[in-house]
């Protein structure tokens, strides 16, 4: 951003959007924080950028802010901003709406995420978009919603015919199929099944051992994050999860 010579904006606009997301896996907050200032900047001119790139930037400044209710705004004006889904804008708006429906979820208001998830689904599924590397976080959450809301069988049945298909069809040592193991060992953990939650995390931890080798950094965060994911277990049994996440 401060050397390139900026003269090709609709290119350099789609580079800032696409380097974000890459940002934000490696949780790097000032990068992002300049970002959004310049896509700000950018999309503030009528003639730079369409309106899907306008409903991004806010679907990216609510993933960023703090305030559940103001994130929560922003992604309905981003969605107000897609009035009509097109082939064009299908990816982004299923997106916004899974992003909005976690919102709801993490805010306890299970109808209306489900009503957002499901929405989100729905236009992957019109758009025959459901193979696509978006989708997976998608179909997680909304698995992770329905154990929510008391159909954890569903939800695990959605998550392994996603991860036999993502296995078949891909790899069984990809970030995405550790996101599911991952899901399938939260929705286990929230169940009181702790011994075949820790398989499954084992199985992400190791995914995420081989594929982040160079960023020991993420390993031990996510390692962290699991982990604290078991507050209400005793001494005992604690020391085996530990003992069993770090030899996966």
């Given at each position: ?11 350099y ?30 999309l ?99 698995a ?62 190791h ?23 078991y ?18």
């Amino acid at each position: 951003m401060a050397v390139t010579v900026k003269d090709h904006m609709a290119f350099y606009l789609r580079f800032l959007e696409d380097v974000f997301p890459y940002m934000e896996k490696y949780h790097d907050k000032t990068g992002m924080g300049r970002v959004l200032s310049e896509l700000t900047v950018l999309l503030e001119n009528p003639s730079c950028g369409t309106v899907n790139d306008r409903a991004l930037l806010l679907d990216y400044k609510s993933s960023q802010e703090k305030k559940t209710e103001k994130a929560v705004q922003l992604r309905k004006d981003a969605l107000a901003l897609l009035s009509e889904i097109t082939a064009g804008n299908a990816h982004l708006a299923a997106n916004i709406n899974a992003n909005l429906g976690s919102l709801y979820r993490q805010a306890g208001e299970y109808a209306l995420a489900r009503s957002y998830m499901e929405r989100g689904i729905s236009i992957l599924e019109q758009y025959k978009l459901t193979n696509t590397h978006d989708s997976i976080p998608q179909i997680c959450n909304y698995a992770m919603l329905l154990a929510d809301v008391g159909e954890t069988s569903r939800g695990m049945a959605a998550l392994r015919k996603l991860s036999r298909v993502i296995k078949e069809n891909h790899s069984d040592m990809s970030g995405d199929y550790a996101v599911i193991q991952e899901a399938m060992g939260g929705i286990c953990l929230a169940q009181g099944n702790v011994r075949q939650a820790t398989e499954y995390f084992k199985c992400a931890t190791h995914i995420y051992e081989v594929i982040w080798e160079d960023a020991p950094e993420l390993i031990e965060e996510k390692y962290n994050e699991i982990m604290g994911l078991y507050p209400q277990i005793g001494s005992v049994l604690g020391q085996y999860v530990a003992h069993a996440l770090q030899k996966s």
